[in-house]
């Protein structure tokens, strides 16, 4: 069992920046790849950006240029720098985790508006 704990949202003015993170812990033995979905309201799930334990990342066309995904496998930890930032961003942000199965934070809610 892998338990995946979301933080660091919050509201901001457009233009603004946020740092989220997400701690793994449990019965982790190999996660091979960690990343991060949101989902509006009415809207499908969508993904945002994801790492490889290797390092290699994958962003939506959305937020190329705007977010950068990093990892701590020491921590078993992934952050999404979330920089000028719109109000379409606004969504909550699940964290995801890859191991033999795979895992879904709780999400946590990210707010975008002036």
């Known amino acids: 069992q892998v338990q995946l704990v979301e933080s660091g949202g919050g509201l901001v003015q457009p233009g603004g920046s946020l740092r989220l993170s997400c701690a793994a812990s449990g019965s982790i033995f190999s996660i091979n790849a960690m990343g991060w979905y949101r989902q509006a309201p009415g809207k499908q799930r969508e993904l945002v950006a994801t790492i490889t334990s290797g390092g290699s990342t994958i962003y939506a066309d959305s937020v190329k240029g705007r977010f950068t995904i990093s990892r701590d496998n020491a921590k078993n930890t992934v952050y999404l720098q979330m920089n000028s930032l719109k109000p379409e961003d606004t969504a909550v942000y699940y964290c995801?985790?890859?191991?033999?199965?795979?895992?879904w934070g709780q999400g946590t809610q990210v707010t975008v508006s002036s």
């Open positions: 995801k985790a890859v191991t033999v199965t795979v895992y």
